[in-house]
């Protein structure tokens, strides 16, 4: 039986999760619950599982993690918030069952040096799909990663076709069903810029050996190329309740958790290049993951003011990637790497990209 704190409880991540240890009473115990803003709901979830070690907002889900003794700790909070409950985890001896993906890729070498072999297993479908295949512990003859990607909402066209987009319609992702800023950044690809950072991190394979091919149907979840141009994909229809079972209980399969793929039914999957032009966002995700240090934290706070003014209706869909880019641009980093110059960083960039908006707005 495997004790689990879920962290982001009352969001998608988190709700998916909670189904999934009420589906399977005798491989989880639920221990501890922690939400941001909504206490009602978090209120509401502690009634329904009888759990009373609950927590509203990041500093009291810390507390949580360092005081309830769990096997693992899902970490389904958004955005950069997340680091401190990744490093509080990692100071414990519980699994980092990680879809905050954010707090890796501001933290990260602060992140993987914390965690030892095997501490983190990844939720965000791409990379379970790759731990999965890595499972046979194959790691020495691995070619090349290759993430699949929705292509968000706008998938096929150009640049000159995104001036107008609305927030509305950045949200209708085609596949998944997922908290706005995760969906807002699939709509941009920020997300899968986002992810390959996440691997590198997660699976130390350099950049160079890490590619993204648009795969639109949400099927094949990502591929590992081996030496001897062998390739192994990860295949199932999209739900995240499969990932989830995987990291709650690593390396085990959770019986039933998912509807497999209906193979008497004629279906095409199909894949393409992505258009790095009309979506440039995992070219400069590259760029920043090489830069290493601050560069992804700068990366990804400058991305979450720029979404927020996009969603507020401040600026337009174009202008959340021309935002994050110019205050890349500016950054100069300083010093090592640590918790402190991270923290910094952000401050500096969430200021840098609202004074980028404020100077856009007055054009
Ligand atoms: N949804 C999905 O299918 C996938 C999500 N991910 C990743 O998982 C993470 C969660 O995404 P998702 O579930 O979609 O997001 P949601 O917006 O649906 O949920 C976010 C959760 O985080 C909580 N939260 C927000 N701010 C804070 C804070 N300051 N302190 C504590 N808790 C906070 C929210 O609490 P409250 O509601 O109370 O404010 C809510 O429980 C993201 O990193 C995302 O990229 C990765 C792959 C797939
Ligand atoms: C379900 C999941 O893991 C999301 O991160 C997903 O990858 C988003 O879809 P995109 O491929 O459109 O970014
Ligand atoms: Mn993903």
């Given at each position: 039986m495997r004790r689990v704190i879920v962290l982001g409880s009352t969001g998608s991540i988190g709700t998916q999760a909670l189904e999934v240890i009420a589906a399977n009473p005798d491989r989880f115990e639920l221990v501890g619950l922690a939400a941001g803003r909504d206490r009602e709901g978090l209120q509401r979830q502690g009634a329904a599982t009888g759990v009373t070690d609950l927590a509203l907002g990041v500093d009291e889900a810390v507390q949580l993690v360092r005081s309830v003794r769990a096997d693992v700790v899902l970490?389904?909070?958004?955005?950069?918030?997340?680091l401190a409950p990744t490093l509080a985890v990692l100071e414990t001896d519980a699994v980092l069952a990680l879809a905050n993906k954010e707090s890796l890729i501001v933290g990260g070498r602060l992140v993987t040096d914390a965690a030892?072999?095997?501490?983190i297993v990844p939720v965000d479908s791409e990379h379970s799909a790759i731990a999965q295949a890595l499972r046979a512990g194959?790691?020495?003859?691995?070619?090349r990663l290759v993430l699949t990607a929705s292509g968000g909402p706008f998938r096929g066209r150009t640049r000159d076709q995104?001036?107008?987009?609305?927030p509305r319609e950045a949200l209708a992702h085609p596949t998944w069903d997922m908290g706005p800023m995760v969906t807002t950044n699939s709509a941009t690809l920020v997300n899968k810029g986002l992810e390959v950072i996440e691997a590198h991190h997660l699976f130390d394979v350099p950049y160079e050996r890490i590619d993204v091919a648009v795969h639109p149907q949400s099927i094949v979840h990502s591929m590992v190329e081996f030496v001897d141009g062998s390739t192994i994909a990860q295949a199932s229809p999209p739900d995240m309740r499969l990932p989830i079972s995987m990291s709650l209980d690593w390396p085990h399969r959770v019986p039933g958790v998912g509807v497999p793929l209906d193979w008497t039914r004629a279906q095409q999957w199909t894949f393409e290049p992505l258009d790095d032009d009309a979506f440039p966002s995992v070219r400069l995700a590259k760029r920043v993951g090489v830069a290493g240090g601050t560069y992804p934290a700068v990366f990804n706070a400058a991305n979450e003011q720029a979404v927020t003014a996009f969603h507020a209706g401040r600026?337009?869909?174009?202008?959340i990637l021309a935002t994050v880019e110019r205050v890349v641009d500016a950054h100069r980093p300083s010093g090592e790497l640590s918790l402190e110059s991270v923290l910094d960083a952000e401050r500096w960039a969430r200021d840098e990209a609202d004074r980028q908006l404020a100077g856009a707005l007055n054009e």
């Open positions: 970490n389904g909070i958004t955005g950069s918030v997340g030892g072999p095997g501490r194959v790691h020495a003859e691995v070619r995104l001036g107008d987009v609305t600026i337009p869909f174009l202008a």
